[in-house]
C-alpha cells in the first residue's frame, strides 16, 4: 500500500498524586494487516510507556479515555477534534487495500488509469473481488 496511515494516541491520567500523559505514534497500517483491526490502544500506550499491564496503574490507566492528533494517510479522514473514528477508518482501509489490489488490474485489462474516475466499474470489480473471496 502506498499511503502510509499514523496518528498519535495520548492518554493523561493521574496516578498517586503525579500527574501522566502517555503517547504514541501508533502505526495503523501494521495494525490492520496485522490483525484487521484496530484494538488494545490502552496496552500499547503501556507498553510503549513501560507501564506493567497487570497493575493497579493501568487500570487507573483504562479508565481514561484515549484521544488523537496527528493523524497521517486515511487517519485525517477519520479524526475530528481529538476524537478517532476507528470503524470508519478500518472500512476505509479495507476498501484501500482492495483498490491497490484492483487497480493494476483495471489498468491492464481495461485500460484504466484511476479507478477513482470510474465509481461504477470500481464498484463492480469490488463487488467481483468480494464475491470470489465467499466462493
Known amino acids: 500500500m502506498a499511503l502510509k496511515s499514523s496518528i498519535e494516541a495520548r492518554i493523561d491520567f493521574s496516578y498517586k498524586g503525579e500527574n501522566y500523559a502517555l503517547s504514541a505514534k501508533?502505526?495503523?497500517d501494521g495494525m490492520m494487516s496485522g490483525s484487521g483491526a484496530i484494538h488494545d490502544l490502552h496496552r500499547l500506550?503501556?507498553?510503549?510507556?513501560?507501564?506493567?499491564?497487570?497493575?493497579y496503574m493501568y487500570e487507573v490507566m483504562e479508565m481514561q479515555e484515549?484521544?488523537?492528533?496527528?493523524?497521517?494517510?486515511?487517519?485525517?479522514?477519520?479524526?475530528?477534534?481529538g476524537s478517532f473514528d476507528i470503524p470508519k477508518f478500518e472500512q476505509?482501509?479495507?476498501e484501500h487495500a482492495v483498490v491497490?489490489?484492483?487497480?493494476?488490474?483495471?489498468k491492464s485489462c481495461l485500460g484504466v488509469d484511476d479507478l477513482e474516475q470510474s465509481p461504477d466499474l470500481k464498484a463492480a470489480l469490488v463487488?467481483?473481488?468480494?464475491?470470489?473471496?465467499?466462493?
Open 92 to 94: 476505509l482501509w479495507k
Open 100 to 106: 491497490t489490489i484492483l487497480a493494476p488490474i483495471a
Open 45 to 55: 500506550l503501556a507498553m510503549e510507556s513501560k507501564v506493567d499491564t497487570y497493575s
Open 66 to 81: 484515549v484521544t488523537f492528533d496527528n493523524a497521517e494517510g486515511l487517519a485525517t479522514e477519520c479524526l475530528t477534534g
Open 127 to 135: 463487488a467481483a473481488y468480494e464475491a470470489g473471496k465467499l466462493s
Open 26 to 28: 501508533v502505526d495503523l
